[in-house]
């Protein structure tokens, strides 16, 4: 039980399960300013424009009130935070992109030899395989 419980601790100390956890909590948070920005704004517009409020479409069947306005609600909110994602992963990824400096290129160890072909040490004369003095 001691040795489940050092894994537990190994594995919840991880760098990534700390990243994960913050970006859960901010996601959560962020999700209540999406969920304003379609309750407080978008629909009541919508509603304008298609005359009802979102939140007030439904529809009695068989004495079920289905209130697909908050279904269609959902799926903005869904959409609205996919984009919102998606934009901040693209910045993200093309200002990382910009700032992680280039690696010099190397200058090549090796040479082909133009007679048999086969790969050889850039400063050989001669090929090791087929004997062919090289130009340097």
Request: with cysteine; proline share 4%.
């Amino acid at each position: 039980m001691k040795k489940f419980f050092e894994e537990f601790k190994t594995f919840i100390s991880q760098g990534n399960v700390l990243d994960m956890a913050v970006g859960v909590i901010i996601g959560g948070a962020f999700k209540g300013i999406v969920d304003s920005l379609v309750n407080d704004i978008l629909s009541p517009l919508i509603g304008i424009a298609g005359g009802a409020n979102l939140s007030n479409l439904s529809v009695n069947i068989g004495g079920a009130t289905l209130t697909y306005g908050n279904f269609i609600s959902s799926v903005i909110n869904f959409v609205l935070m996919a984009l919102i994602i998606f934009l901040i992963v693209k910045t993200v990824n093309g200002a990382r992109k910009k700032l992680t400096p280039k690696k010099p290129e190397e200058a090549p160890k090796t040479k082909m030899c133009p007679y048999c072909r086969s790969e050889i040490d850039i400063n050989a004369t001669r090929c090791p395989h087929c004997t062919s003095e090289l130009d340097k």
